[in-house]
Each structure stands twice: as structure tokens, then as C-alpha cells.
């Protein structure tokens, strides 16, 4: 699910649901965190700005 | 309590404590980390209206985008919906069944406004959000309260929403809420 909403993510770069595309991706991005803390998100950390998060929330490559 | 940067939408924030593995999730490192992952699945709340209707709009968006990733995902070259019902049914089973909007009663309702199998681009469609909107109010909201408002909030628009792992409906959950306040004096 984390890949399939990257992807999702990708397809609507540019248009008015982008922001909620990326969310998809950091909810399921967290949820993959919790059960292996291994896991890379390299979209959440190229992108996290865009969303005017707190840079403490920033997750760690 | 603390706002939540991923769901805005939830204005009184999320009640992170309820992530500390209890019981025999405490007993290894892979139910600890299932508890919490569950635990996340299972409270993150993609709100349908809420108290900020316009952060709830992007909730239900990601939603709507969600449905549309669990049915063209796959899981070791299985549908990833199998993957999701293996998981839920079990614990529906034991525990019960989800009493917050499921991913199937979105994806009826997306059915019903957008039509069958709906591309991506036919999706992200502002006025069909305001129609998928609009028919997903018409289905219940969740009977137990598993968040926390005000008294003076519409429980209904505050709490309505798809989980993607909901809470269960509890019997004995359920009448306990009936005995305290709202539903009597103080």
C-alpha cells in the first residue's frame, strides 16, 4: 500500500490533489514505520515541505 | 493530546498514549510493533464533514484515493483487498466488526457516484467529491465514540469517517456509552 500511494502520489504531482496524495503515502508510510523501522520513505522526506509540516516531524532516511 | 501534522482534521489532535503496547502485546518486538501498527490503522480517522470541513475535505480525498490503491494493489501477486479481509476477518470474528466506515462502504459509494472501476484521473474530480460527499453522509456513524470531542460538537460530523482498520463495535462498549453523558444528566 505504502508503493501503490507513492504511485498515486506521482500520477497527481501537479494538480489539487497532490497534498492528499502525499498524505496517503505518509499515512501509510507511519503505519509501515511502526511495524518495520527499516523502512524507507524517500518520497515523505523529498517532498515534506510542500505540506508546511514542522521540520520535527521531518522522518529520518 | 497533540494535533497531528498527517490529520489536521482531528481538532482536538490524537491521544498518542493509546500507542504504548498493553497485554500480551508487551511479550515480543513483533507485537509490539503490530500493536502500534494496528493501533494507527485502526484510530487515524479520514473524517467525511468534522469540525473544519475544508481539512476534512482533504481527508476524504486521501480516502477516496486510498480505496482506489487497496483495490488495484497487489501483495505477493494477490489482490492486496484479499490481503486486507485476511487480516480484518479473523479479528472481526473474534472481536467484531468495524464500527467506523470500512474501505467497502466507500468503495460502494465511489461505485455509485463515479461508476465501476473509475480511473485515477476520473477520481480526483472536485464536483464528484462534493456528490461522493453528499451519499456518503447516508451512512451511519459510528455507535461507540472513539475520539474525543466537546459536548457541544455535532457527534455525528465530528466522528464520521473511514478507518482503514476501524475500531470494532463492542456490546459491552456500546451500552457503557449509553449510560454516561450524553445520554444522561451529569
Do not use: C
Not at chain 1, 503505519?31 to 517532498?47: E, N, W, Y
Not at chain 2, 468534522?50 to 480505496?67: C, H, I, N
Not at chain 2, 480484518?88 to 468503495?107: C, E, K, M
Not at chain 2, 461507540?144 to 482498520?165: H, S
Request: glycine share 8%.
Amino acid at each position: 500500500m505504502l508503493a501503490k500511494s507513492d504511485e498515486i502520489y506521482q500520477s497527481l504531482a501537479g494538480t489539487d490533489w497532490e497534498a492528499d496524495a502525499l498524505r496517503l503515502v505518509a499515512f501509510f508510510g507511519v503505519g509501515s514505520k511502526l511495524l518495520d523501522d527499516s523502512v524507507q520513505i524517500l518520497a515523505m522526506r523529498k517532498h515534506w515541505r510542500m505540506l508546511s509540516w514542522p521540520t520535527s516531524v521531518l522522518p529520518p532516511v | 493530546m497533540i494535533l497531528s501534522p498527517l490529520f489536521p482534521s482531528l481538532k482536538y489532535g490524537e491521544d498518542y498514549t493509546q500507542y504504548i503496547p498493553r497485554g500480551h502485546y508487551t511479550k515480543s518486538g513483533a507485537l509490539k510493533a503490530y500493536f502500534k501498527s494496528m493501533m494507527w490503522y485502526g484510530r487515524m480517522t479520514f473524517i467525511l464533514k468534522g469540525l473544519e470541513p475544508a481539512m476534512a475535505r482533504g481527508d476524504t480525498r486521501a480516502a477516496v484515493l486510498l480505496v482506489h490503491a487497496i483495490r488495484s494493489a497487489t501483495v505477493n501477486g494477490a489482490p492486496a483487498l484479499d490481503a486486507w479481509t485476511g487480516l480484518y476477518s479473523p479479528t472481526a470474528f473474534f472481536v467484531g466488526r468495524s464500527d467506523d466506515l470500512t474501505i467497502f462502504q466507500y468503495g460502494d459509494v465511489i461505485d455509485q457516484v463515479y461508476g465501476s472501476n473509475a480511473t485515477l484521473s476520473a477520481l480526483a474530480n472536485e464536483s464528484m467529491l462534493d456528490a461522493f460527499i453528499i451519499e456518503a453522509s447516508k451512512l451511519p456513524a459510528p455507535k461507540i465514540l472513539g475520539m474525543v470531542i466537546q459536548f457541544t460538537d455535532d457527534e455525528e460530523e465530528a466522528t464520521k469517517g473511514m478507518r482503514f482498520m476501524g475500531q470494532r463495535f463492542v456490546p459491552d462498549a456500546f451500552i457503557f456509552r449509553q449510560l454516561i453523558f450524553r445520554n444522561v444528566g451529569t
